[in-house]
């Protein structure tokens, strides 16, 4: 059976507490935004009801996780690799700041070399041949055969 | 023009070497991505969008439509090799299939799985081809409100059938109509939920939408532990089953043919549920219930000829109704609407050559897909064996690459982080992407169809009741939400309620 709590480290109270500021923040746009006229709705008013609905059913998840219990937070990820998961995020990010500026074959290349070589490692040399066999893989056939724009970024002067 | 006039007329389109060609990538990109675990058709398609947007529309759709049914096939070959699905609806195969792959009968398990796939998906194809043209006729008397109660009772549907608690599938429904209504209102042109943020006038996109929720979010959770595969390394064998192999085969192939095809016309329904119900059916008519999980051929022919079915069954409500009855086949009408088609009762009259150039395409697709499912296994196998570690990354590449490359904004790349990030953490607390995804696509039609709807009632609401189609849909929406909060009737839906993707 699995371990269920009903204090504040409770995961499903806490996931219906999210929703709940959420549906409120939501219904707040749609009233703000106005609602018109049943005979003629403005632009607010499905946004307005959908946030209505979304503080229904949130409320409706509190209630359950307060009478029934649910997963203790911590346990959502005992024993996983969850700093595996924030690195990727954080290369994602990483990599979505300088996409433009320094271009697709130079940041693609870091970043599939970083991924197989830091996440879950790959011999080297697996590593360099894949990622470079991609990165201009995709290239060639994006750039060159489909005509779809990537940035060259700092290689612009050589690519064209 | 009759049926098999315009179906003459279809293949004089799929024929045309592009679109063959587009028919060939789908199908190949499908049982590629169904062959590997860990990305699905959704993410493939929402990757391939924008590489066919510089193509004709008929080529386009010909293409994504391949990848959805391709994807069916491929499923099955890790299914029963690896036992771990390719792709959700073969999840059941794994029971009998990987079961037959360890007792030496990997070729006659394969052999079977996409001869039983060939054989539903064409008669899936014949169905289509004579219920969509009655159905669409009866579709051009709809209007706004029944529209409107239609697609409420699709989302209640599907979030009735997905896995775990009902109120936080709704939820997440409702989420996905909110951010289907992002951007600029297509009837007052005032701009909503936008934060003044100008790439945000046009609305979310669904690619980054799509790709963070399922692509990025998936290899997430599998980063999350380390997963081990193996490959069965006994010798596949002859693929073609023996006789008593079709003996056992043929009655659950035709059953899982006609149950998949019901199934998969259902607002809400699918290629998974049908094969779950095709395997509890064939468990329960066999003289022999205890062989199933042990190998029993039976349990591989049903499934995989109900999942196959059930795929072709979906086009229907899609291409008649214009509403997708799953979350693949609402990427597919975003597809549409992005090549500015419009699908529902007048796409066979005003587009006849996309809507029966996709039947004809998927005659010839079938076909290619059997050559490609049987004599290549052997290719298949061989990419099965390629590392995760070395696949996720690529995933992951290619997902940016499809993202950026829709749109030509690194906005969206951010977008599908942030999706991606929200899609791990809501697996975690148990919220299913799946009703998401479909009320994001049907966000911006089902605000449009009520408005509507109001506005021509002179904002009576009893026009959604008094109306019968419109009044029979909300009576079963309703039903569909009352039913969890009966105890008996509540363990039902949980038996039957699966993840779609």
Partial sequence: MEEQTKGLGNAELWGGIAWLAFGLFIAWEGWAQGLGELREPGSGFAVFWCGVIMIGLSASIIAGAVAHGGPPLASLWAETRWPKVLLVMALLLV????FEQIGFIPCSLILLFVLMRFIDPVPWWQAVVVSFGAVLGVWLLLSKLLKIQLPAGVLAPWLG | MDVLSSLAHGFSVALQPFNLLACFAGVFVGTLIGVLPGIGPVTAMALLLPITLSAPPEA?????????????YGGSTTSILVNIPGEAASVVTCLDGHEMAKQGRAGPALGIAALGSFFAGTVAIVALML???????????????????LMVLGLTLLSFLTHGSMAKALLMATVGLVLGLVGTDAITAEERLTFGRLELLDGLSIVPVVMGLFGVAEILSNLERKVSREVVKARIGSLWPSREDWNASKGPMARGTLLGFFVGTLPGGGAVISSFASYAL???????PERFGKGAIEGVAGPEAANNAAAGGAFIPLLTLGIPPNVILALLLGAFIIHGLQ????????????????????YIGNIMLLVLNMPLIGMWVQVLKVPYPLLFPLILMFCIVGVFSSSAAVFDVFVMVLFGALGYVMRKFGYEPAPLVLAFVLGPLLENNLRKALILSQGDFMT?????????????????LVVPLLPTLARRREAIALDQE
């Fill in chain 1, 95 to 98: 990599f979505g700041f300088f």
């Fill in chain 2, 60 to 72: 386009g759709i010909i293409m994504m439509a391949g990848i959805y049914y391709g994807s069916m």
């Fill in chain 2, 131 to 149: 219920v969509a043209p009655t159905l669409a006729n009866w579709a051009l008397k709809f209007g706004p409100a029944e529209y409107f109660s």
């Fill in chain 2, 282 to 288: 064939e468990k329960r008519l066999s003289k022999h």
């Fill in chain 2, 343 to 362: 699908p529902g009762p007048l796409l066979m009259v005003q587009s006849p050559d996309v809507f029966w150039g996709i039947v004809a395409s998927m």
């Fill in chain 2, 464 to 480: 959604f009741i008094e109306r019968p189609i419109s009044g029979a849909c909300l009576l079963f929406a309703v039903l569909m």
